[in-house]
């Protein structure tokens, strides 16, 4: 029930192409969904979040596309440059007295020139 | 950089022994996470405390334990420690105790056991 999917496990992409990466949620009480960036060597960082309210959110290069009635939400990498090469995580969490973020299991992104 | 201070940044050990990570929040936040990372489990989540306070519980083994401290620092302990107990452990801080808002990480503390 807590359990994020995320796919695919790694993907490559040329310089200027289009990165997509996907999650699917199970708990209908999550209710915030960010995506995470790791560099090798660092902690995550947030890159961007998203309510089940609106169904897209953009922050310059990055979207998120959220489907509420399919359970899944997508993170968008438009214009991929090699300095987008990173791990990145998609996560989800209900509101709540105790809520903790549930990570997705992550994807590497090698942006190729 | 998060503002978030975890020590050590790289610990080698043997099998049976115990370790303490620490972690420093940034300043102001009261809520401290524990996370597990390895290559095939992605981020686990272990444990929160809230201004001292155990907040939630994740996937923490029973050999594992940690605590906040008055000044807001958090320990976390393992002990009796198994090969496949190495991996990296992220602390983070936020501001509220709940799932809203941004998490900061720090940059681990990667634990071999061998």
């Known amino acids: 029930q807590q359990q994020v999917k995320q796919s695919p496990q790694s993907l490559i992409v040329q310089k200027g192409g289009i990165s997509i990466i996907n999650c699917a949620y199970e708990?209908?009480?999550?209710?915030?969904f960010p995506w995470y960036q790791q560099f090798p060597g660092k902690g995550p960082a947030l890159l961007i979040a998203?309510?089940?309210?609106?169904s897209e959110k953009k922050e310059g290069r990055f979207t998120i596309s959220f489907n509420k009635s399919a359970k899944q939400f997508s993170l968008h990498i438009m214009d991929s440059q090699p300095g987008d090469s990173a791990t990145y995580f998609c996560?989800?969490?209900?509101?709540?007295?105790?809520?903790?973020?549930?990570f997705g299991t992550g994807t590497r992104l090698q942006v190729t020139l | 950089d998060s503002g978030v201070t975890q020590t050590p940044k790289h610990l080698i050990t043997a099998t049976g022994q115990r370790v303490t990570l620490r972690c420093s929040p940034r300043?102001?936040?009261?809520?401290v996470y524990w996370y597990q990372q390895s290559l095939d489990q992605g981020l686990q989540f272990l444990i929160q405390y809230y201004n001292g306070e155990e907040r939630a519980k994740g996937n923490i083994l029973e050999r594992f334990s940690a605590q906040q401290f008055p000044d807001l620092h958090s320990e976390l302990n393992l002990s009796s420690l198994e090969l496949g107990d190495s991996a990296l452990y992220f602390c983070?801080?936020?501001?509220?105790?709940?799932?809203?808002?941004?998490?900061?990480f720090g940059e681990g503390s990667r634990l071999t056991v061998l």
């Open positions: 300043s102001g936040d009261l809520s």
């Open positions: 996560a989800a969490s209900s509101t709540g007295t105790a809520s903790k973020l549930t």
């Open positions: 983070a801080s936020s501001l509220r105790p709940q799932g809203y808002g941004e998490l900061f």
């Open positions: 998203i309510r089940p309210d609106v």
């Open positions: 708990n209908t009480a999550f209710d915030y």
